[in-house]
């Protein structure tokens, strides 16, 4: 867990968040001071929010660029079902990827924008290499799909329970049920 609302600033200054990342450099930029966002969330509140919102943003946009991946270099006998099938999903994962973008703008927060940050709030693994059968792609696909939905999950109960932002909070509640979705279609290839 992300901690305790009472924990929320010592987690910034110390960078204890989730995953072991060190997200104390970023913090005070996440959320601007002195800009006013009067949304019912103090700004520690919002800055966790926040937090939250840049890791789901990288988590999507690895997923995005591993679908766009795989959509581009598919091969074999299912190929244009295969290839319609990622550019479906990379599609839809773009439109994630920015309404995360802009949720975390709607709250007094800057998005992360750069593959460097991206690569470095992730949850997820980057698939390396350069080839990869197509159901290797799929499990891949849906490995990451799966992670989301869990990480998803315990962000859920943290932006509500920690933070109390039930905007977010039905926010990722959407996201969650996408990539559920997502997943049940990834699976049912793989029967």
């Known amino acids: 867990m992300f901690g305790t609302a009472n924990s929320i600033t010592a987690d910034f200054e110390l960078g204890r968040l989730e995953g072991g990342l060190d997200r104390a450099s970023e ?8 800009t ?3 949304v019912g969330l103090s700004n520690d509140q919002r800055g966790a929010v926040v937090t939250i919102l840049n890791t789901v943003l990288a988590d999507e946009f ?17 190929f244009a079902e295969l290839h ?14 920015d309404r ?10 800057f998005a992360a924008g750069s593959l460097e940050q991206y690569l470095r709030l992730t949850r997820l693994t980057e698939q390396t290499g350069d080839r990869y059968p197509a ?8 490995a990451d799909h799966e992670a989301l939905i869990r990480s998803l999950r315990e962000d859920i109960e943290f932006v509500s329970g920690e933070c109390g932002d039930e905007g977010t ?11 559920e979705k997502i997943a ?4 049912a290839y793989l029967s």
């Open 27 to 34: 913090s005070a930029t996440l959320v601007r001071e002195g």
């Open 184 to 187: 049940w279609m990834l699976r």
């Open 84 to 97: 319609g099938l990622f550019e479906k999903q990379y599609e839809q994962l773009g439109e994630i990827v």
């Open 100 to 109: 995360v973008a802009e949720r975390a703008r709607a709250l007094g927060g």
């Open 62 to 78: 690895v997923i995005y660029v591993k679908s766009r991946r795989f959509h581009w270099n598919v091969e074999g006998p299912n």
């Open 135 to 142: 159901r290797s792609m799929i499990e891949a696909l849906l």
């Open 169 to 179: 909070t039905d926010f990722l509640i959407g996201l969650m049920q996408e990539h």
């Open 36 to 38: 006013l966002v009067d």
